[in-house]
């Protein structure tokens, strides 16, 4: 090999280098500003519900007198407490119409879960976030949960993933506090570590992530799974 040659070589080699350097430090950038609009809409939404729940409140009294019934349709007090005071794109409270994915929804590692909300009553808000509104109780007992609600920050678009666009809170039967993350007085530690639930790699179904950042002041930092 001629020297003309290797110095070729040596130039497409650090042209390769250059490019790799450029490629990690533009995903690096790309990843903290995902990371930052995320949070940005979530504390958003959060807010946003706490408020339209204390009007429904306000107007209707707390959720105990709702009349939620066993098992997770409800339609009707989704519809007449909930969903009108809402802006939204679209319903498919009373019936499914493409608002959550057909698909399960995934861990941090790409697995799929159990978890997959195109059944369960819900919204497209105007903003493009889904809302789905699974009720699990009567909701009768002071500060019982009353439903879990799921959000998908991009609704049925990827990544469909616990943690990046899909994030859990829950909705009970309180006038101070009706809309909270799940489980978020599980022990801060715990949120982070839990191998089924917790907001890690590992974890099988990452729920508590919405409870992590809602500790975290809604702020994804270095040590988040993203």
């Not at 339209?52 to 209707?60: F, R």
């Not at 009553?121 to 007992?141: D, R």
């Not at 639930?197 to 702020?219: F, H, Q, R, T, V």
């Amino acid at each position: 090999m001629d020297e003309i040659t290797r110095r070729k070589l040596r130039a497409v080699g650090a042209i390769a280098v250059l490019v790799g350097v450029v490629c990690a430090i533009f995903f690096a950038f790309y990843q903290i500003r995902e990371k930052k609009n995320t949070t940005m809409r979530l504390r958003s939404f959060y807010s946003d519900m706490v408020q339209t729940l204390q009007l429904s409140m306000n107007l209707n009294f707390t959720p105990d007198i709702w009349e939620f019934k066993g098992g997770y349709r409800n339609v009707d007090v989704i519809n007449n407490y909930i969903v009108q005071y809402l802006k939204i794109e679209k319903s498919c409270v009373a019936t499914p119409d493409g608002c959550f994915p057909e698909t399960n929804y995934k861990n941090f590692t790409n697995k799929l879960t159990d978890v997959n909300l195109s059944k369960i009553p819900s919204v497209v808000l105007k903003n493009g976030i889904s809302v789905a509104f699974e009720t699990i109780s009567k909701c009768k007992k002071q500060d019982s949960v009353c439903a879990i609600v799921y959000v998908d920050m991009n609704s049925t678009a990827e990544p469909n993933t616990f943690g990046k666009d899909l994030f859990v809170f829950m909705l009970l039967n309180s006038k101070q506090r009706p809309f909270l993350p799940y489980n978020i007085n599980v022990a801060k530690e715990k949120l982070s570590s839990d191998p089924k639930m917790g907001c890690n790699k590992e974890a099988e179904m990452p729920m508590y992530c919405s409870a992590y950042l809602y500790d975290n002041d809604w702020i994804m930092d270095k040590t988040y799974p993203w």
